[in-house]
Each structure stands twice: as structure tokens, then as C-alpha cells.
């Protein structure tokens, strides 16, 4: 993992150890399904999904990016979660308070995922890049070829709120 390296552009690193998930997610699972959602639902909401092989439903709170009825999800590679929604798979979101059945894609492609954080930054400057995973300097405006280099470390999975999906 790269959130220690002195790149000026770097997949960030879960903000907390692992095992402290399994008491802070439920935390906010339950203030995402409460009425006090507002103070956090601009920037997490709760993903649900299937797993691939156990047949049981998860659910885990995420940072999102919106773009129109398109959601952006990332996640660095040494997290599992996302690899249940490989080639597009139904879930539900509860999305600022409303829940939501919904298509999701997995993108593992680095070049894509280079292209999004490039897009991402252009609409919204380099200030919150962590939502989308990814640290810069302050100051640095990043390169094609540092996103790509950042990108190896990050999966995005998009979120189809329309039912625009059409499969890869």
C-alpha cells in the first residue's frame, strides 16, 4: 500500500485498522437509517449487496462521488467488499435518507480509474480527493502518470441509480 510514501500523489489508506470497522461501521449504519442521517449522508452512504459465495447480504457504509444518477465508489484493493460486484450486480443503497435498488460495476482497470480521479479533480480540485482515495500534496497539480501510479492501489465501483447500466 502507498499511504505512507512520499509520492505527491497516493492511494490513501483506510483511516483506521481494520478491526476497528466492526465497531464503527454499525455506528454509522445506524445514524445512516436514522432521521440524523443529514449530518453525515452528503458524503457516506450504506451499500448492500450479496456475497458471491456465501449467499449472505452485506451491508457496509462508503464514501461516495454523485454525478447525476451515477455514484462513484472507491475502495483500495486490500479491502475485499468489492469484489462481490464484479460484472454488474444488483444492490440497494440508502442514499441520504431514501433507499434504493440499484446496478453496480466494478472497475478495476487502471487506466479508467486514472481517467475518473482525473475527471474528479477537474470538477472539484484537488481539496477532497481523499473521498475517491487518493492523497495529493498540498499544491500539486497531479499528472496523467501519477493517477495511473496511484490507480494500481484502487477499484472503483459505480453505482447505477437509473438503470442506465449496460453491461460491460
Known amino acids: ?9 497516493s492511494a490513501v489508506e483506510p483511516p483506521l485498522p481494520e478491526t476497528a470497522y466492526r465497531f464503527v461501521n454499525p ?4 445514524l445512516l437509517r436514522s432521521p440524523l442521517h443529514f449530518l453525515v449522508s452528503d458524503r457516506l452512504l450504506l451499500i448492500a449487496f450479496t456475497g458471491r459465495r456465501s449467499g449472505r447480504e452485506f451491508t ?3 464514501a461516495y462521488d454523485r454525478k447525476d444518477e451515477t455514484l462513484a465508489i472507491t475502495s483500495t484493493t486490500d479491502s475485499d467488499w468489492w469484489r462481490n460486484l464484479r460484472g454488474g450486480q444488483p444492490v440497494t443503497v440508502h442514499l441520504q435518507g431514501k433507499r434504493q435498488r440499484a446496478i453496480a460495476e466494478l472497475t478495476e482497470d487502471t ?3 486514472a481517467q475518473y480521479l482525473r475527471r474528479y479533480i477537474e470538477r472539484n480540485g484537488t481539496e477532497n480527493t481523499g473521498v475517491v482515495g487518493v492523497r495529493i500534496e498540498d499544491g500539486h497539480t497531479p499528472t496523467l502518470d501519477e493517477l495511473r501510479q496511484a490507480a494500481e492501489d484502487i477499484v472503483v465501483v459505480r453505482v447505477y441509480l437509473d438503470g442506465s447500466w449496460r453491461g460491460s
Open 1 to 9: 500500500m502507498t499511504g505512507t510514501d512520499e509520492r505527491p500523489v
Open 27 to 30: 455506528l454509522f449504519e445506524a
Open 60 to 62: 457496509t457504509p462508503v
Open 111 to 113: 487506466e479508467a480509474i
